[in-house]
T-cell receptor, first 112, second 111 residues
């Protein structure tokens, strides 16, 4: 199916475990983004990528790692999950910086 | 650093009435874009309207329009003829070198 998808949609993990959230888009958009959404903070940018093999930090990058070996995929890894990383994570993509971002459906992550 | 402020955590509007959601931002950049996104209970983020900073004309999309005051760094969203389906969280977003979202405004629509 065309669009932007995230997997898994729901994940429960334990403190200290490594978790990878997947993001896939079928539009060949140049830009991809990862956000976390927490009550009272809106959406905060974790990392973004302007193209394959080009990534940059956003507002809250600590504790997260990204890679982008292919244009269509942008996985987000929590190397050692902490309770403070319990959140809803959104992936998004856009053609260019001034264009609309298309968002995935989100992943609700709970770290126990 | 760029910041986006939505000063109204919650707003209510009667069905068919008009409501305005406020957004202010702080930046030293001259080239940027502004967006309003809607997030209904489904959590899906939906673009409502987009404004280029270099355009003086306010953007309009059907019942949605903005009042863009560049000098005042203000970007408010006006929803006319409010409908029950407009009930959602609304986010103002700034896109310059970085992308920054406001904390959001919950809009409730009363029938």
């Amino acid at each position: 199916d065309a669009g932007i998808t995230q997997s898994p949609r729901y994940k429960i993990t334990e403190t200290g475990r490594q978790v990878t959230l997947m993001c896939h888009q079928t539009w060949s958009h140049s830009y991809m983004f990862w956000y976390r959404q927490d009550l009272g903070h809106g959406l905060r940018l974790i990392y973004y990528s302007a193209a394959a093999d080009i990534t940059d930090k956003g507002e809250v990058p600590d504790g997260y790692v990204v890679s982008r070996s292919k244009t269509e995929n942008f996985p987000l890894t929590l190397e050692s999950a902490t309770r403070s990383q319990t959140s809803v994570y959104f992936c998004a993509s856009s053609w260019d910086r001034g264009y609309e971002q298309y968002f995935g459906p989100g992943t609700r992550l709970t770290v126990t | 650093a760029q910041t986006v402020t939505q000063s109204q955590p919650e707003m209510s509007v009667q069905e068919a009435e008009t409501v305005t959601l406020s957004c202010t931002y702080d930046t030293s950049e001259s080239d940027y874009y502004l967006f309003w996104y809607k997030q209904p209970p489904s959590r899906q983020m939906i673009l409502v309207i987009r404004q280029e900073a270099y355009k003086q004309q306010n953007a309009t999309e059907n019942r949605f329009s903005v009042n863009f005051q560049k000098a005042a760094k203000s970007f408010s969203l006006k929803i006319s003829d409010s409908q029950l389906g407009d009930a959602a969280m609304y986010f103002c977003a700034y896109r310059g070198n970085k992308l920054v979202f406001g904390a959001g405004t919950i809009l409730r629509v009363k029938s």
